[in-house]
């Protein structure tokens, strides 16, 4: 894994994580003071956490999303991260290879703490923790499964085969 030789305190109010792994870096804009942390994403297989910081945050390629994963595979505006009324939920931007939620693709969907989040082929857990009061019922966000459909099916113009 590569270090800051400033050590881990100094990377992380400079808003720069390295991940174990990976030749490319992991880096977060802005300034990052745990005081106002509202989750995390800890990478699947080892790394450093990447501290949820705001109730909205872009992930993507270009240096202008407030995560950015410097790999081939993610688009340049990959998904959207936000919190709506204590829950995390994740979006794609349009991306060329997709997010996916605990193994199944997905357009958007609400997170419970621990669930998988895939950005292309790079997994992530997210990690927060629920506000009293706020029930997991409240997570029917209505996404259905698009790819669990043809287009037929969802112009109304055919009726979905029976297994």
Known sequence: MKTDPR?????????????????????????????????RLTPVGGGDPIPLMSEIMTVGRRESCDICLKFSNVSSVHCEF?????????RDMGSSNGIKVNGSRTLQRTLKPGSE??????KFVIEYEIPEG????????????????????????????RS
């Open 7 to 39: 050590g881990a305190d100094s990377a992380a109010r400079m808003g720069i994580l390295w991940t174990a792994g990976f030749e490319h870096h992991i880096e977060i804009s802005g300034d990052c003071d745990m005081a106002e942390l509202l989750g």
């Open 117 to 122: 989040v895939a950005i292309a082929s790079h």
């Open 134 to 161: 706020v029930t997991l019922d409240e997570a029917a966000d209505g996404a259905e499964n698009v790819f669990g459909q043809s287009l037929m099916e969802r112009a109304g113009l055919s009726k979905p085969k």
């Open 82 to 90: 936000a919190l709506r009324n204590g829950l995390w939920t994740v």
